[in-house]
């Protein structure tokens, strides 16, 4: 008896570790992403004053998620672990509760941009994660003691989900879960150019039955009782249906305020966004003048989009003159104005490269990872389909191997 409830003791405890080693492990994918949610937590709680930690706090505390449902998997410190988990998802149950109550407009990030939950969701989630720990606590008696390989196995993970937080704060996430994703189609592109995407054909089918010498058509939701008889099917085209796919928008606003939206919906345009022009250091000024400069040379067509009014950007202009010495007349002829909550979407990285291509999203780079002379000449040449689908599967694989890998250690080791 002794066995079977350690046994289930420790499959409750596989389960809200599973759960918070996912939810911490998406979060830590996309920091900044995470940093906007605690934003918005700050805000709900009245405590703005708190935001300028909101990065940090995005950070330790997908960390401290992950590094617990690793503990919670691989059972280690159990009497520690347990009363770390009971006091989180007590934490974490008051907040869903004042969701619920107050229903502000905004969403859980339980598991950041990957899954959206509504407060009543949420709410329940907790209650059952709440309810999961309770069975893989109580009693306290009766946790067990882990096995010596297991240290092995958590150090392990621990040293990769470091490593993965290093990495996501240097670069973009691996797999991109917003709406500006590889393949994503500007709503401009239609509008100035009248691309749209190609319709798929919509068929509906129409049953035939016979009853006393007469025939009548009937449709799928609506077929006659056993008295009448099959006779046939014949299936007729009823319309057009779009494919689905993800419409976004990308304001380009000149300096007299006028939308060049259309200036993103050629062939090659390599877009730099800064989302924080304010707080970038000139020294990266300077190298996005470089590469918007590269980029042009390769017949791309270079943008630079600014989360600034214009007044602002002529600002941010004159203190890179006088403060860098730099001949900002390249960057000003490429400059143009957009919105704080679409560049930050767009790119994580602030002062990062979007490609588009007719319109269509190829694919993104950070900061810290902007093609060289040499990528961007092959890039210039390389057919965009042939982009598209290498950078979109390659962050894919990828995570899916750290999360195989992980969960191998755990369970396995």
């Given at each position: 008896?002794?066995?079977?409830?350690?046994?289930?003791?420790?499959?409750c405890?596989?389960?809200?570790?599973?759960a918070?080693?996912?939810?911490?492990?998406?979060?830590?994918?996309?920091?900044?992403?995470?940093?906007?949610?605690?934003?918005?937590?700050?805000?709900?709680?009245h405590?703005?004053?708190l935001?300028?930690?909101?990065?940090?706090?995005?950070?330790?505390?997908?960390?401290?998620?992950?590094?617990?449902?690793?503990?919670?998997i691989?059972?280690?410190?159990?009497?520690?672990?347990?009363?770390?988990?009971?006091?989180?998802?007590?934490?974490?149950?008051?907040?869903?509760?004042?969701?619920?109550?107050?229903?502000?407009?905004?969403?859980?990030?339980?598991?950041?941009?990957?899954?959206?939950?509504?407060?009543l969701q949420?709410?329940?989630?907790?209650?059952?994660?709440?309810?999961?720990?309770?069975?893989?606590?109580?009693?306290?008696?009766?946790?067990?003691?882990?096995?010596?390989?297991?240290?092995?196995?958590?150090?392990?993970?621990?040293?990769?989900?470091?490593?993965?937080?290093?990495?996501?704060?240097?670069?973009?996430?691996?797999?991109?879960?917003?709406?500006?994703?590889?393949?994503?189609?500007?709503?401009?592109?239609?509008?100035?150019?009248?691309?749209?995407?190609?319709?798929?054909?919509?068929?509906?089918?129409?049953?035939?039955?016979?009853?006393?010498?007469?025939?009548?058509?009937?449709?799928?939701?609506?077929?006659?009782?056993?008295?009448?008889?099959?006779?046939?099917?014949?299936v007729?085209?009823?319309?057009?249906?779009?494919?689905?796919?993800?419409?976004?928008?990308?304001p380009?606003?000149?300096?007299?305020?006028?939308?060049?939206d259309?200036?993103?919906?050629?062939?090659?345009?390599?877009?730099?966004?800064?989302?924080?022009?304010?707080?970038?250091?000139?020294?990266?000024?300077?190298a996005?003048?470089?590469?918007?400069?590269n980029?042009?040379?390769?017949?791309?067509?270079?943008?630079?989009?600014?989360?600034?009014?214009?007044?602002?950007?002529?600002?941010?202009?004159?203190?890179?003159?006088?403060?860098?010495?730099m001949?900002?007349?390249?960057?000003?002829?490429?400059?143009?104005?957009?919105?704080?909550?679409?560049l930050?979407?767009?790119?994580?990285?602030?002062?990062?490269?979007?490609?588009?291509?007719d319109?269509?999203?190829?694919?993104?780079?950070?900061?810290?990872?902007?093609?060289?002379?040499?990528?961007?000449?092959?890039?210039?040449s390389?057919?965009?389909?042939?982009?598209?689908?290498?950078?979109?599967?390659?962050?894919?694989?990828?995570?899916?191997?750290?999360?195989?890998?992980?969960?191998?250690?755990?369970?396995?080791?």
């Open positions: 008896m002794n066995a079977v409830l350690e046994r289930t003791k420790r499959f405890g596989y389960l809200v570790g599973i918070f080693f996912v939810s911490g492990i998406l979060k830590l994918m996309d920091p900044v992403g995470t940093g906007l949610i605690v934003e918005e937590y700050y805000r709900f709680l405590l703005d004053f935001s300028f930690s909101s990065g940090v706090a995005a950070i330790a505390l997908s960390l401290t998620e992950t590094i617990l449902g690793a503990a919670l691989t059972g280690l410190w159990r009497r520690t672990v347990a009363v770390a988990m009971l006091a989180v998802m007590g934490f974490f149950t008051l907040i869903s509760i004042a969701l619920l109550i107050f229903n502000p407009p905004m969403d859980c990030g339980c598991f950041g941009e990957a899954v959206h939950l509504t407060h949420t709410f329940i989630k907790n209650l059952v994660l709440s309810a999961l720990c309770c069975a893989s606590f109580f009693p306290f008696s009766a946790l067990g003691t882990p096995k010596k390989r297991k240290y092995v196995a958590f150090s392990l993970v621990t040293a990769g989900v470091v490593t993965f937080a290093v990495y996501s704060v240097m670069y973009l996430p691996l797999v991109d879960f917003t709406d500006y994703t590889a393949s994503a189609r500007l709503e401009a592109s239609e509008r100035h150019y009248g691309r749209s995407v190609a319709p798929e054909e919509e068929y509906e089918a129409v049953f035939i039955y016979e009853k006393n010498g007469r025939t009548r058509e009937f449709s799928l939701d609506d077929l006659p009782d056993s008295t009448w008889t099959y006779v046939s099917t014949e007729s085209e009823v319309g057009k249906r779009r494919t689905e796919e993800s419409v976004v928008s990308l380009v606003i000149d300096r007299s305020g006028e939308y060049h259309e200036l993103a919906t050629g062939e090659k345009v390599m877009v730099v966004s800064v989302y924080a022009p304010e707080s970038m250091p000139l020294w990266k000024w300077a996005v003048d470089r590469y918007l400069r980029v042009e040379e390769n017949g791309f067509s270079p943008l630079l989009l600014v989360a600034a009014s214009p007044e602002t950007t002529d600002v941010i202009m004159d203190r890179i003159r006088n403060q860098r010495n001949d900002t007349g390249f960057l000003e002829s490429v400059l143009y104005s957009s919105d704080y909550k679409t930050i979407t767009l790119n994580r990285s602030n002062g990062g490269a979007t490609l588009f291509n319109g269509f999203l190829l694919r993104k780079w950070s900061f810290h990872a902007l093609p060289g002379p040499g990528r961007t000449v092959e890039l210039s390389e057919d965009p389909t042939e982009t598209l689908l290498s950078y979109s599967t390659v962050g894919t694989l990828s995570f899916q191997a750290i999360l195989l890998y992980s969960f191998a250690v755990m369970l396995l080791l």
